[in-house]
Every structure is written in C-alpha cells, then in structure tokens.
C-alpha cells in the first residue's frame, strides 16, 4: 500500500517520500499500523507514504476501518502490490481499490474476495445472501468513486475470480504496474488526482525516502496473530492452568498459563478458527492431565491424543488454506501427546501384571518366620512386623511360613517346606 503526498497551488510539501510495508492478515495490527502511517505521512507533509501490501486477506472489520482511514486522508494514497509473488486477496482486494492510486508488481495477482464465515461452520442461506449482498454493494462503491472496473469488482466478490498485474492493468483493476518501488516514483511522478475537491498533482521525482517502521509493539502483537504461535500459545495456556488445578500452590504454571491462553485467544479472534477443533483440543490435553490421577489404563489418553490431533486438524477453516498451521509445528505436539499415551499405557499394563503389594492382598504369599511354634496357632514375624497366626499344620520354631490369607488382624499361613513338597 502506498501513500502519496502531492504538491498542489495552495500549498507546496517538504520532498519525502514515506514508506511502510505491511505483509499478513488484514487484522486490528494492520488497521492500527495503516492509521500511524497515515497520521505520521501528514505530519510530516509527505509526498509519499508508500506502504506496500502483500495479504492474503483477513478480518472484515479490519478491512473496513482500513477503508475508512484511505477514504478519509489528506494525503494521496497509492496500494503497491508487491514485492514479485505476492497478492491483494480477500480484503485486499478492497484496500488495493479504495486507494487513490493502485499499483501492482510484476508477478502479483489481486482477487478472491468473497466473504466467507470465520467461525469454521456454513451460514444459512438467508445470512449468506446478506453477507454477500453487502461486500457486493461496498466494493461496488469503492470501485465507482475511484473509477475502477466495477464489474470486475462484483465478480471478485461473487465469483472470487481473480487477475494478475498485467491482466489487472489491462481490465482497469490497477493503474500501474511498477517493477519496484523506485520505477513506482518515477511513474507517481507528474500524476494527477482528485483529493476532495481539489485537484491534486504528485511530484515523487528525486524525493528523501523515509521508511515507517512498524515498531516493537506491533510486531509482537503481528507475531502472536500467527496461527502457529497461537497454537502452541493454547497448548502452553491450557496444560500450565490444569497444571496448576493439579497443585495449587504452584502459581508459575498459573501464571505462565493464564498470560499464555490469554495472548492464544487474542490472537484465535484475529484468524478463521474452527471452535469445534478448538474444544477438541484443549478436551484432548484435558483428558491426558486427568490420565495422570485417573485410573483409566490408557482410555483417557488414548481419547485425549485422538482429540489433540482431531483438534489441531480441525482448529483452522478449511477455507483458508493459507492460515493453516504448519506441520513442523504440529508433528512435535503429536509426538510429545503420543509419547506420553505410550508411557502412560505402559504403566499402566505394568501396574495390571503387578502383584499388589499393599493392604490385605498384598500380605498374600509373602514368607516369614515363625516367632513361636504354631500347633496351630502362635506368633509369626513378618516385614519386621509380629503377627498372630494360625497355620495349617504343626510348625516349630525358628521355620519359614508362607501367608495364604488374612482373617482380620490374624494371619492364615503354611509351612514353606510342605509346599516345597507338595509341588
């Protein structure tokens, strides 16, 4: 995107160019960052503010507070399509033609533009055709103030057809094309324009060029809109807050989870999450925390690795293919998730094999020695312990004994040597 400070006869602005570039999701940082470029750009009586775009769309409201920040400057402002390879899809397509002037790069295409639901699931037909109806009439409006084909226009949002630059200057989409921001200039340069009601005539020939950088704060906030941050952001939230739950007390997985999900659902409402995959996934992270307390023997985390990887598969709309998650980021969750099932079933069959070793049941078949002759009753001495006994046949003093039950606090055993024998 590009924004243009002309000279005209009633005032004549500083040489300087401004740029900005902006590259992601048409989200509140992109609104935001438009609206300090444009500000800064007047201040300082640019020429040019020249913020080049490359989205592959994003949020409505967004797009239209952007909208909004074109139409209402005092200064030109130029879209510059760029760099090689790089697109105006979605929304925009609509800030490519609110601009005063639109230029593309060579290689860059611009369309695409019907809306879709952001939630993940199908509108009805009525809101569909509402939905549609009114993206149709804003583009229509944008395109015949700026006098851009609005035919073209309507099928972008309709038919999301889209052009390339060539195909875009030839079908008067754009009005340029520039191979760089410099040939971009050299074209701006003797351009005339309306801006309200006076004419307007750009001098960008041999001008300063000051870049208008995003700064810290956005581009962390810009980070976090990545859905790839974000899921490992929910992942973190969710395990550090169950964690916590588990031991309270603890306070730094509280902590670290509650700023964690916190930034996750900043930036879940920027992007076209799916919240049944939502729900999915942090179910499946739920069921394997409660796999460590539950005994389940494996149920729990088997269905809690099923619904992290139903979740994350299912946690961006399909729609847009762009903001998927990447599988570098997902393939280390399942391994961990399935990992930990493994171990978890592991101890738990190791646990079901087990002889118990605690209680009534775990006094059976331990061996002792008799502390007195047992005929039949006496005393035995068992895991430093001294038991009352009753045992099945005469044993004398001194010989080992085997339990073979418990009656209340009086042990049942048998001499060791008679079993010996009886095998």
């Given at each position: 995107?590009?924004?243009?400070v002309?000279?005209n006869v009633?005032?004549?602005?500083?040489?300087?160019?401004?740029?900005?570039?902006?590259e992601g999701?048409?989200?509140?940082?992109?609104?935001?960052?438009l609206?300090?470029?444009?500000?800064?750009?007047?201040?300082e009586q640019?020429?040019?503010?020249?913020l080049q775009l490359d989205?592959p769309?994003?949020?409505d409201?967004?797009?239209?507070?952007m909208v909004?920040?074109?139409?209402?400057?005092?200064?030109?402002?130029?879209?510059?399509?760029?760099?090689?390879g790089?697109?105006?899809?979605?929304?925009g397509?609509?800030?490519t033609?609110?601009a005063h002037?639109?230029?593309?790069a060579?290689?860059?295409?611009i369309?695409a533009?019907?809306?879709?639901?952001?939630?993940?699931?199908e509108?009805?037909e009525?809101m569909k055709?509402?939905?549609?109806?009114d993206?149709v009439?804003?583009?229509?409006?944008i395109?015949?103030?700026?006098g851009r084909?609005i035919e073209?226009?309507e099928?972008a949002v309709k038919?999301?057809v889209?052009?390339?630059?060539?195909?875009?200057?030839?079908l008067?989409v754009i009005?340029?094309?520039a191979s760089d921001?410099?040939?971009?200039?050299?074209q701006?340069?003797g351009w005339?324009?309306a801006?309200?009601e006076?004419?307007?005539t750009?001098q960008?020939q041999?001008?300063?060029?000051?870049d208008?950088p995003?700064g810290?704060r956005?581009?962390?906030?810009?980070?976090i809109?990545?859905?790839?941050?974000a899921?490992?952001?929910m992942?973190?939230?969710t395990?550090?807050?169950?964690?916590e739950l588990y031991?309270p007390g603890?306070?730094?997985?509280?902590?670290v989870g509650a700023i964690?999900l916190?930034?996750?659902f900043?930036?879940l409402?920027?992007?076209?999450?799916?919240?049944?995959?939502?729900?999915l996934?942090?179910?499946?992270i739920?069921?394997?925390m409660?796999?460590m307390?539950?005994?389940?023997?494996g149920?729990?985390?088997?269905?809690?690795?099923?619904a992290?990887i139903?979740?994350?598969l299912f946690l961006?709309?399909?729609?847009?293919?762009?903001?998927?998650?990447s599988?570098?980021?997902?393939l280390?969750?399942?391994?961990?998730?399935?990992?930990v099932?493994w171990?978890?079933?592991?101890?738990?069959?190791q646990?079901l094999r087990?002889?118990?070793?605690?209680?009534?049941e775990?006094?059976?078949g331990?061996?002792g020695l008799?502390k007195?002759d047992?005929d039949?009753?006496?005393?035995?001495?068992?895991q430093?312990e001294?038991w009352n006994a009753?045992s099945t046949?005469?044993v004398?003093?001194g010989?080992?004994?085997q339990?073979?039950?418990?009656?209340?606090?009086t042990?049942?055993v048998?001499?060791?040597?008679?079993?010996k024998?009886s095998r």
């Amino acid at each position: 995107m590009l924004l243009c400070v002309a000279s005209n006869v009633v005032q004549a602005a500083p040489s300087l160019v401004v740029t900005a570039t902006y590259e992601g999701i048409i989200n509140p940082v992109a609104a935001e960052y438009l609206h300090n470029a444009i500000a800064y750009a007047e201040q300082e009586q640019a020429h040019c503010l020249v913020l080049q775009l490359d989205t592959p769309g994003g949020l409505d409201t967004s797009m239209r507070s952007m909208v909004k920040d074109i139409t209402g400057s005092r200064i030109p402002i130029v879209v510059y399509v760029s760099p090689t390879g790089g697109r105006a899809a979605s929304a925009g397509v609509f800030l490519t033609l609110a601009a005063h002037v639109a230029a593309m790069a060579p290689g860059t295409n611009i369309g695409a533009a019907h809306p879709v639901a952001m939630g993940g699931g199908e509108m009805d037909e009525v809101m569909k055709a509402k939905v549609e109806n009114d993206a149709v009439a804003y583009v229509h409006s944008i395109a015949e103030r700026r006098g851009r084909n609005i035919e073209w226009a309507e099928r972008a949002v309709k038919k999301s057809v889209s052009a390339t630059s060539t195909q875009a200057k030839e079908l008067d989409v754009i009005d340029l094309v520039a191979s760089d921001l410099d040939d971009l200039l050299a074209q701006l340069d003797g351009w005339e324009l309306a801006l309200g009601e006076y004419p307007v005539t750009l001098q960008t020939q041999n001008t300063r060029v000051r870049d208008f950088p995003m700064g810290w704060r956005l581009e962390t906030m810009q980070a976090i809109s990545d859905p790839n941050i974000a899921y490992v952001l929910m992942t973190i939230g969710t395990v550090g807050l169950i964690a916590e739950l588990y031991s309270p007390g603890a306070i730094l997985p509280g902590v670290v989870g509650a700023i964690s999900l916190i930034l996750a659902f900043y930036s879940l409402q920027t992007l076209p999450v799916n919240y049944a995959g939502a729900l999915l996934f942090i179910l499946g992270i739920v069921m394997l925390m409660l796999e460590m307390t539950v005994t389940s023997y494996g149920v729990l985390a088997l269905g809690g690795t099923t619904a992290m990887i139903l979740g994350s598969l299912f946690l961006i709309n399909r729609d847009f293919p762009y903001y998927q998650i990447s599988w570098s980021v997902m393939l280390p969750v399942f391994t961990l998730a399935i990992i930990v099932t493994w171990l978890v079933i592991q101890f738990g069959v190791q646990a079901l094999r087990t002889r118990t070793r605690t209680g009534n049941e775990g006094m059976v078949g331990v061996v002792g020695l008799a502390k007195t002759d047992l005929d039949p009753q006496g005393k035995i001495f068992v895991q430093g312990e001294i038991w009352n006994a009753v045992s099945t046949s005469p044993v004398p003093e001194g010989q080992p004994i085997q339990i073979t039950h418990l009656d209340g606090l009086t042990a049942h055993v048998k001499p060791v040597e008679s079993q010996k024998e009886s095998r």
